[in-house]
């Protein structure tokens, strides 16, 4: 087996152990859904979620606490200067996620699917990071949100 394939079976478990959509890990390591989905049956004695891959941010703007949570996700990502996007991804999530548990005790609100989909919609332009005028905090728009309040001045 070459190094390139154990690469991938290496980043394929590594995803898996966050729980995503089996489409998203198919994509990112190329090996095929049925293996994947066997290994994630093994790994949490459950099925994977199943449905289509989120499509549109409008997800994200149906609660404040969401919408902050994305918006600190893509904080984290931008943080990763990473050139391999699942890496990206992987470290950021992680990232937020210790981060919400260190300040709540609550459970983050966003998967690492949603975070996957968020990330690609950064790298493709759908949303930006920019800075609020008012506060200067950074704040997650698209062509929807552009006019909304950011999470900071709004709280
Ligand atoms: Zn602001």
Redesign the pocket.
């Known amino acids: 087996m070459s190094l390139n394939t154990l690469n991938r079976y290496a980043l394929a478990v590594e995803l898996l152990s966050l729980k995503p959509r089996i489409s998203i890990v198919a994509k990112e390591t190329g090996l095929s859904p049925a293996i994947l989905r066997k290994a994630f049956v093994e790994m949490h004695q459950r099925s994977p979620s199943s449905g289509p891959i989120r499509t549109s941010p409008q997800f994200m703007s149906k609660s404040f606490s969401k919408f902050k949570e994305a918006t600190l996700c893509a904080v984290f990502f931008r943080l990763e200067n990473r050139r391999h996007c699942a890496r990206r991804v992987i470290n950021g999530y992680r990232r937020y996620c210790s981060y919400i548990k260190s300040v709540s005790n609550a459970y983050p609100l966003l998967d690492f699917s949603d975070a996957w989909t968020i990330s690609k919609w950064l790298d493709v332009g759908v949303l930006k990071l920019v800075r609020?005028s008012?506060?200067?905090?950074a704040?997650l728009i698209n062509n929807e949100l552009e006019h909304n309040?950011?999470c900071?001045?709004k709280s």
């Open positions: 609020c008012h506060c200067r905090s704040k309040v950011c900071v001045c």
